[in-house]
């Protein structure tokens, strides 16, 4: 399932009241590094507008963290956890250019919930996001780190 639908399933199962307290909280800071949403461009949004709004403005992994951290915060820990395993289950349709991975800064609350790019990942930004690469140190010999910055 590709990762807009994911969300868009999870969000189904907020009742009226929910899926607003859901919409403020996208307007408010919820992980590191991400700029909230500006409240005119979810004023009046229903789940699917909110969803796209959320893939616009972080990226599909991005968006899948925050939509989990702002269910913890509002007690649907099921539904959460639910959707994290479903992300990281694989569920998601397969790779295609449209679908960007985006990474959060380790130092977030992110880093937590285990959405991290595996190694050997693409990483993409697209617009005004910011990427936060985890620091590399230390010695050991016979390991290389490749690193490709494109702009565009």
Known sequence: MQVPL???DTLDGLGTDDFKRFRWNLTQPVLDGC???RKGHLENADKQDTVS????????ETAVNITVEILRRMNHNNAAQKLKQAYAGGSTGGSTAAQNTHATPPSSSSSSLGLTPAAGASVCAQGKSVIVAPNISGTSSGVSINMNINTQ
Do not use: A, F, V
């Open 6 to 8: 994911l969300i868009l």
């Open 53 to 60: 709004r959320m893939i616009d403005s972080y990226g599909e």
């Open 35 to 37: 700029q909230p949403i």
